[in-house]
């Protein structure tokens, strides 16, 4: 089987280090490799500036170098005597850009997966983005948004959240992930005629072609007096899945996402669990 690469994005803020630390369990219980990968952004020096290029590119080989060191030392420190001591690596990249630079880096190095901690922002941070609601808007390969509140621990539950619409391709796609961690799935759909002939034939259909003693389905009635996503974190509060896994659309314009944030998006910021997001199939 194929090693998975794991993308950990790293800022040295304590959000980044929970997504360390989520990642270290992953590859534990999947034997990927993570790659540590730490953006150095520093502000080119103008024209009339009191200091001239020379001096600026030395201080960015300097910053490199020592970004370079404290990221290896940190791995090793919160890695400790894992069995991963030796299925990872650390890099560090010059780069005015840190959402675009993560995003090429993925590409280059074929990664399966991007883990990253989420920033607990208000109203202001949803609406000029973070780096880990650009991923999820942008990114080719599914992303881990990993809560502030995160301890590390084996990951034995995984809930899927589906809008069952064409639901047979992601509920396989995240059953793949669920064996490879050893972990029972659960799949979960609201539905505001959850009781109609027609709806319940459909949802028996699914449970019955993947009946299987390791994945288990809840279908539940939504109240229209509030959003699918308070729904979902009350279901969350009360399962305390070790993933919550979504499958998002990423061909929304810009002021569609601006106007109406994404269930996943809006998710990443008040999810007490571990979040994956996978882009949804384009039609």
Known sequence: MKTKKVL???DFSANSKKAMRFAIQFALQTNSEILFFHVVNIIPPTTDGAWDFPYYAQLQENEVN???NYLEKLVK???GKSAI????KCFCQLSTNVN???NNFAEQHKVDFICIGATGTGVIGKLFGTVASYLMVHSEVPVFVIPKNYRMKPLADICLSTDMIDPEPEISKVQKLANSLGAMLGVVHFDYEIDLKENRANFNQIVQKFKSDTIRFQFKK????YPLNDHLRRFVVQH????LVLFT???RSWFDRLIVPSNSVDMSFSAKVPLLVYRKNRK
């Open 85 to 88: 001591s030796s299925n990872y």
């Open 240 to 243: 305390r899945p070790s993933i």
């Open 100 to 102: 675009v630079e993560i």
């Open 77 to 79: 420190k919160i890695a």
């Open 222 to 225: 939504l109240n229209a007096l």
């Open 8 to 10: 950990v994005p790293i």
């Open 66 to 68: 020592r970004s370079q």
């Open 249 to 251: 659309k990423q061909n």
